[in-house]
DNA sequence: CCTCACACGTGATGC
DNA sequence: TGCATCACGTGTGAG
């Protein structure tokens, strides 16, 4: 593509320095050159229309770009584009920063309940302590349950844990999370949403199939 | 601005009548009919060069804005724009996307600590119980500290405060973290990332500088 | 009056 | 060969 433009500027170039030897007659020159006949006394150029539609065309893509930029200085063609162009820049960087920041948001929201300790490590010091997963539900009124779980600790298993409850309409109170020696310590409140009862046994049951899941 | 092109036409038609009439000296009868002298032989236009730079300018920019667009399906000038739209159109779909996904993911997130308590009970919840806000740090070992916080139940003031500290190169370990009649009562123990040695009271006054500020 | 931007028609060129 | 695209020079209107 650059060589062609190159090309082109050399063809112009020289056509230029023709024209410049030749003065004013070198329309005539070019003309007569070739393409269209000297005695045809119509008018010519074949390719009038569909130059017009290439131009119009361009003019169509020209404002559709235009009005998709939301901040325009000038009317110009070339403006135009530069608007677009730093638009376009603008668009990156936003994009690469919400997704970093995004991936970092998940960095976070799992370091909150697992504050960095490596996964790996989790089972071998359960194993270690001789801690052993539990699962404990308890009545504490006739709409509140108190439930007690030792999990092992796995990357954001507390956060799947609160929203699995939640996808059943269980929400939680006055949780604690104590995180140590490879573990989730969990005890916490809950009760259903809309203050729907909750049974013991079915809620446990629900518990240890989510944790099960996750 | 479509008549101005109609315009264009007439003028266009009655030189080129004028044209066919005159046969190959047209151009030299346009030239003649006004704008430069008669007599000047050599080349006329005054605004070529204004003209060449213009588009110069134009061609660089959409060679720039095309350098811009990851997929190009054809070098063609109005293909160019083309794929320019549709990109700022994929970008603008994915920031929106991306934001909206962010926001999301920080309402998750803050459901975690929080088990949906509304914030402005808080205050009064601690109030109620007499409940004073504290913070406290002590050494452990030369590496670690063991911290005590209770604060004011506040949306994502947890995760808030994992990320300050963050910043500051402290990460937390066998962290607890308790919510219950309108506060936050926090016990964990930190260390620098980098085995940094913490100060007692210089980690303390971060603290309550960070407490004050989330 | 002059500068700027534009649309126009046209020859040349690649496929 | 025709078809599509291009750069070019130019006249013209707006500011």
């Known amino acids: 593509m650059e060589y062609e433009d190159e090309d082109w500027l050399c063809v112009d170039m020289e056509e230029f320095s023709l024209a410049t030897e030749n003065g004013s007659n070198r329309r005539q020159r070019m003309g007569r050159k070739r393409n269209y006949d000297d005695e045809n006394r119509e008018y010519k150029s074949k390719n009038l229309e569909t130059e017009r539609r290439r131009r119009e065309k361009l003019s169509s893509r020209l404002l559709m ?46 370091e909150i309940v697992e504050t960095k300790v490596d996964e790996i490590d989790a089972a071998e010091d359960m194993k270690k302590w001789g801690i052993e997963p539990e699962v404990k539900v308890e009545q504490i009124d006739e709409n509140k349950l108190w439930i007690k779980i030792i999990i092992e600790k796995k990357r954001g298993r507390f956060r799947k844990l609160i929203e699995a409850l939640n996808n059943f309409g269980i929400e939680f109170i006055d949780t604690n999370l104590t995180t140590t020696k490879g573990t989730f310590l969990i005890t916490s409140c809950i009760q259903g949403k809309d203050g729907d009862r909750l049974a013991v046994h079915q809620t446990k049951n629900l518990l240890q199939d989510i944790i099960n899941d996750i």
Do not use: W
């Not at 584009?81 to 960095?107: F, G, P, R």
């Open 65 to 110: 770009l235009r009005s998709l930029v939301p901040i325009i200085t000038n009317m110009n063609k070339a403006t135009i584009i530069e608007d677009a162009i730093t638009y376009i820049k603008k668009l990156q960087d936003k994009v690469q920063s919400l997704s970093q920041e995004l991936h970092q948001m998940e960095a976070t929201s799992e």
